[in-house]
T-cell receptor, first 110, second 111 residues
Framework: EAQVTQNPRYLITVTGKKLTVTCSQN?????MSWYRQDPGLGLRQIYY???????DKGDVPEGYKVSRKEKRNFPLILESPSPNQTSLYFC?????????FGQGTRLTVV | AQSVTQPDIHITVSEGASLELRCNYS??????LFWYVQSPGQGLQLLLK??????LVQGIKGFEAEFKRSQSSFNLRKPSVHWSDAAEYFC?????????FGSGTKLNVKP
């Protein structure tokens, strides 16, 4: 079964404490990406990766980092989280014809 | 630049009534178009997609969408809404692997 798994599902953290949200896919897709979802704004792309060791900024990359050391994994790193990064985050793995999404990570930064 | 507009933020329909959710896109070439649904607390599930060919596309859960190039639209329709259709719906256009999403339409269903 095609699957994108991200963890954790819920996270509450304090400002400045580094965190990582993991994402893994089992479809052997080359392209993976991270989105954040905010009310009234839809989903906005944070970072994407076209293959192993190839990553690039999306539309809202400030305050985030990513890495792609293996094809199946694409973690999202917040080195110093701030309250404006409180949001719902989705990892996606896509081909040309479809994007598969994880279940989402609801992050609260206090 | 690619963009997607969903002009309706909220829509309320009665159960059993018909539904149409609007989507307009801006894209230079022939678009790949999608509709996704997000139930509360869930991820995004693909309802249907259009790449080429027949402009009326059938999807899951009884949904369909019609691609109209002249209007740059890809509206989602359902002839009879069920209470379980209450969710948020996102239209998207894909440029290679990158997806551009509209801001979403929240559907409420009255009993």
């Amino acid at each position: 079964e095609a699957q994108v798994t991200q963890n954790p599902r819920y996270l509450i953290t304090v400002t400045g404490k580094k965190l990582t949200v993991t994402c893994s896919q089992n479809m052997n897709h080359e392209y993976m990406s991270w989105y954040r979802q905010d009310p009234g704004l839809g989903l906005r792309q944070i970072y994407y990766s076209m293959n192993v060791e190839v990553t690039d900024k999306g539309d809202v990359p400030e305050g985030y980092k990513v890495s792609r050391k293996e094809k199946r994994n694409f973690p999202l790193i917040l080195e110093s989280p701030s309250p404006n990064q409180t949001s719902l985050y989705f990892c996606a793995s896509s081909s040309l014809k479809e994007a598969f999404f994880g279940q989402g990570t609801r992050l609260t930064v206090v | 630049a690619q963009s997607v507009t969903q002009p309706d933020i909220h829509i309320t329909v009665s159960e059993g009534a018909s539904l149409e959710l609007r989507c307009n896109y801006s894209y230079g070439a022939t678009p790949y178009l999608f509709w996704y649904v997000q139930s509360p607390g869930q991820g995004l599930q693909l309802l249907l997609k259009y790449f080429s060919g027949d402009t009326l596309v059938q999807g899951i859960k009884g949904f369909e969408a019609e691609f109209k190039r002249s209007q740059s639209s890809f509206n989602l329709r359902k002839p009879s809404v069920h209470w379980s259709d209450a969710a948020e719906y996102f239209c998207a256009v894909a440029n290679f692997n990158k997806f551009y999403f509209g801001s979403g339409t929240k559907l409420n269903v009255k009993p």
